[in-house]
């Protein structure tokens, strides 16, 4: 690998972890030695990279640091445009456009070189069979979610049996023919995943919750691996 390959490489990693990344870290995903690490490091704040690095600990990337736009290598392109592409053939209208937006802005963003990566990918997303049409407006429920604040709705199951709920939306889960909301239920104490094509009706409420959204999926997803590991 390249030098300024692998100084960007380790940017990167910075970048994507939640916690300090050791050198012993960065070595084994770069398949380097340790001290080419060090060395790497020091070229990297010797050029005001804001990196910070304390013994025993690990090495972080100051918030706000960023690097030229679209700085990307093949293999990020081609997930970016698989992702888009999957979102494209199965998301809602709104976010639909948006991911095919996406595409159209990677490629005329990057390299000429780079661009067959968009255009003419090697991979591909199936098509999705007919999607089951929303019940409620898909774009204000993200921006419910964004926000924290719940929703009253009405919903109907797969017997046709009818309920009122009051629900903290958490999370929107994307299958080839449904969509689920996901979220905390009042009226069941728990989690609850709902079809969006079974709500009635829905009123966006002011009201917010009182945990933040990514602490509940974090619950929400804690619950899912509980069920799992009951089942094995």
Not at 61 to 76: H, R, V
Not at 89 to 98: S, V, Y
Not at 138 to 161: C, F, H, V, W
Request: include cysteine; charge should be positive.
């Amino acid at each position: 690998m390249r030098r300024a390959d692998r100084l960007f490489q380790i940017i990167q990693a910075l970048r994507r972890a939640r916690q300090p990344v050791t050198a012993d870290q960065l070595a084994a995903e770069l398949e380097t030695s340790k001290r080419t690490i060090y060395r790497d490091i020091a070229d990297l704040m010797g050029q005001r990279v804001p990196v910070r690095g304390e013994a025993g600990i690990g090495y972080v990337l100051d918030a706000g640091f960023d690097l030229p736009p679209l700085m990307l290598t093949p293999d990020e392109i081609e997930a970016a445009v698989l992702g888009a592409q999957w979102v494209a053939r199965r998301a809602d209208p709104a976010l639909a456009k948006a991911a095919e937006d996406l595409i159209a802005k990677i490629a005329a963003s990057v390299p000429e070189r780079l661009r067959p990566y968009v255009l003419e990918p090697v991979s591909g997303a199936p098509p999705a069979w007919k999607a089951v049409p929303d019940a409620l407006d898909m774009p204000m429920l993200r921006t419910q979610i964004r926000n924290g604040r719940k929703i009253a709705m009405s919903y109907r199951d797969e017997q046709g049996r009818e309920s009122q709920r009051k629900v903290w939306p958490i999370t929107i889960g994307y299958h080839d023919t449904v969509r689920l909301l996901i979220a905390w239920c009042e009226l069941r104490n728990d989690f609850r995943h709902f079809r969006t094509d079974r709500i009635v009706t829905t009123e966006f409420l002011e009201e917010r919750y009182p945990e933040r959204p990514a602490v509940l999926r974090s619950k929400w997803r804690q619950s899912l691996e509980k069920m799992h590991a009951a089942k094995c």
